[in-house]
């Protein structure tokens, strides 16, 4: 069995990987199972790519250990890529004029009191409150976007083992619906989803066609050739 490590703290990623790597001799472990914070890492790289190896390195000596980073984002035509490698933070470097969502007028009193997977909740409703704005009447023809992930698997010394893309062409929608997913999953319309957001959507079937869920079907086949190997700590 293959410990490896996936760098991060969202539990909607955790439950992703979880479910993709199921009949894999992989065993998945979270910075919770290992009872430390992740370290922080400066995502300053220019491209998904840049940023989710950097960030498996070092999670990779952190932990000791095979390790995975993801770094993915939604790419919206309009807006030329935006918000590209700042989708996670986007409201946050440029916030939205208003707050259309209840959840956004608790402000930071109301983050410290929602706690970690809260306060990501209230982020990404001021996310969508803004990619709304940045869209206000433009109409259904002009509103194509993607999401992308690359996803970077490292060796216990912080190597570069691999990396992979994947991405999932859509548009965006014009109101919220379902309360799947994370993100922007609420407002992306994906292709092949039947008229569904990726919010609305069952688990298996945002698997199906997730940019993330393309990207590991890219490397499952590497993560079954894995060696077991020794020098890992085991925690």
Known sequence: MIRLFFGTSNGGKLRELRRL???????VISPE????????????????????EKKAAAFARFAGTWA????????????????????ARWSELDPPRGAASPACALGEAGRCELGA????????????????????????DRRGAAYVAVLALARPDGTIQASVEGDCRGRIGRARRGDG???????????????????????????????????????????????????????
């Open 33 to 52: 199972d290992l009872g430390r914070p992740l370290p922080e890492v400066v995502e300053d790289g220019l491209t998904f790519r840049e940023n989710a």
């Open 181 to 235: 997913g994370f993100g922007y999953d609420p407002l992306f319309l994906p292709e092949g989803g039947e008229g569904r957001t990726m919010a609305e959507l069952a688990p298996e079937e945002k698997d199906a066609v997730s940019h993330r869920g393309r990207a590991f079907r890219a490397l499952r086949p590497l993560l079954g050739q894995l060696p077991f190997d020794k020098s890992e700590r085991q925690g």
């Open 21 to 27: 790597v199921a009949g894999l001799p992989v065993e």
């Open 68 to 87: 995975l980073a993801d770094d993915s984002g939604l790419c919206v035509d309009l807006l030329a890529g935006r918000p590209g490698v700042y989708s």
């Open 117 to 140: 997977e809260g306060s990501r909740g209230l982020r990404d409703e001021r996310n969508n409150d803004k990619l709304l704005e940045e869209l206000a009447g433009v109409p259904d």
